[in-house]
């Protein structure tokens, strides 16, 4: 398999995946449990590429021109990347066969960069351990990141009609 059809299949499946993910986080506000703030994701992006990486809140770190969609990119791209880092472990044959299992524990592990990457980067501390909630908000992060795994195979039973 080449390279360019590799990148079309994890770009497809990131998408779908994500976009999967985004009508989870879409009905959870509908019931009023709040989500990631995309805002506070690209201001985080948007300072790194300013040098800065680590925040004491994030919530209270100067805003950024443009960091709303900044967020939604930052969120995209990094579904790209799962999906792509994805179909590198377990092979392009999955596309054919996806078996969920698989799928939905990828999902569970992405759950580590949260948890050990960007939430201390941002101030909450390891896997939410400065926030009011650390269970529940980590809980939040599995189950979200559950979601964009389930996404990953209805993307690829999608796309094998």
């Known amino acids: 398999m080449n390279i360019s059809t590799l990148f079309f299949q994890a770009l497809c499946l990131g998408i779908g995946a994500t976009v999967i993910m985004d009508i989870w986080l879409l009905i959870l506000k509908l019931f009023k449990i709040p989500t990631l703030n995309f805002a506070f994701l690209g201001?985080?992006?948007?300072w790194i590429f300013q040098g800065k990486?680590?925040?004491q809140s994030i919530a209270q770190s100067p805003s950024?021109?443009?960091?709303?969609?900044?967020?939604?990119?930052?969120?995209?791209?990094?579904?790209?990347?799962?999906a792509f880092s994805f179909l590198c472990i377990v092979g392009s044959d999955?596309?054919?066969?996806?078996q969920?299992?698989?799928a939905l524990i990828f999902g569970l592990v992405t759950a580590l960069i949260p948890f050990f990457i960007m939430q201390p980067a941002m101030g909450s501390g390891f896997a939410s351990s400065?926030?009011?909630?650390p269970f529940l908000n980590c809980l939040k992060s599995l189950l979200n990141h559950s979601v964009f795994g389930?996404?990953?195979?209805?993307?690829?039973?999608?796309f094998q009609i």
Not at 66 to 74: D, M, P, S
Not at 94 to 98: A, G, N
Not at 150 to 158: E, H, Q, R, S
């Open 64 to 82: 950024i021109k443009g960091e709303y969609l900044l967020g939604w990119i930052a969120h995209y791209s990094v579904g790209l990347i799962f």
């Open 53 to 55: 990486f680590i925040h």
């Open 94 to 98: 999955w596309l054919i066969h996806p």
């Open 150 to 158: 389930c996404g990953l195979y209805l993307t690829a039973k999608i």
């Open 100 to 102: 969920f299992y698989s």
């Open 43 to 46: 201001r985080w992006v948007g």
């Open 130 to 133: 400065k926030t009011p909630h």
